[in-house]
């Protein structure tokens, strides 16, 4: 069965850094998000992503928050300058046209 | 999107079968109700969806009255594997679009 794949699974990085996660959606799909779960509380919209640019994004995604599709198979995530209070753990979708989204495993973000 | 409330908690044991009832009373009328699983430590993985009356597949089956302003889902004989977050989702057009959960129900299956 066709999955998201997320990597890395887990990145410790210190607060200031530069952060990329990176994902492969499903190859077929058409729309691309992130969402992200801080330990213990529910899951959060980021962003989404659909033919080349940003469909929607909510309001935790500031001008810190970047997504670029870069070759046609991974979609990234990057953060510009980590806080601690980014620390959580980070999904990625996709979806076809019609259709549920599908999760990839996460990459969990530790910022210390 | 709609607005759903669901409980917070729920226990079972290996065997049962298991209802997580949900309220929505602002859904819209081209809002499909969708539910997903969530693991611990995994991303949230979709169930079922349905617009109106029942809809089952070799997972669980959704039930949604004619009002729409409340659904269940039902999980048939739950393992202890069926241990997780579930979420009640309302979704325009039933299609892709950006997913905002609430906290879920977390159903605990003891043996």
């Known amino acids: 069965e066709p999955e998201v794949t997320q990597t890395p699974s887990h990145q410790v990085t210190q607060m200031g850094q530069e952060v990329i996660l990176r994902c492969v959606p499903i190859?077929?799909?058409?729309?691309f998000y992130w969402y992200r779960q801080i330990l213990g509380q529910k899951v959060e919209f980021l962003v989404s992503?659909?033919?080349?640019?940003?469909?929607?994004k909510s309001e935790i995604f500031d001008d810190q928050f970047s997504v670029e599709r870069p070759d046609g198979s991974n979609f990234t995530l990057k953060i510009r300058s980590t806080k601690l209070e980014d620390s959580a753990m980070y999904f990625c979708?996709?979806?076809?046209?019609?259709?549920?989204?599908?999760f990839g495993q996460g990459t969990r973000l530790t910022v210390v | 999107l709609a607005k759903t409330t669901q409980p917070i908690s729920m226990d079972s044991y290996e065997g049962q079968e298991v209802n997580i009832t949900c309220s929505h009373n602002?859904?819209?009328?081209?809002?499909?109700i969708t539910w997903y699983q969530q693991f611990p430590s995994q991303g949230p993985r979709f169930i079922i969806q349905?617009?109106?009356t029942k809809v089952t597949n070799e997972v669980a089956s959704l039930f949604i009255p004619a009002d729409r302003k409340s659904s269940t889902l039902s999980l048939p004989r739950v393992s202890l594997s069926d241990t997780a977050v579930y979420y009640c989702?309302?979704?325009?057009?039933?299609?892709?679009?950006?997913?905002?959960f609430g906290k879920g129900t977390k159903l605990s299956v003891k043996p």
């Open positions: 979708a996709s979806s076809p046209l019609r259709g549920e989204a599908f």
């Open positions: 190859s077929n799909h058409l729309y």
């Open positions: 992503f659909y033919n080349n640019e940003i469909s929607e």
């Open positions: 602002n859904i819209a009328t081209n809002d499909y």
């Open positions: 349905g617009y109106k």
């Open positions: 989702l309302g979704l325009y057009g039933g299609s892709q679009g950006n997913l905002i």
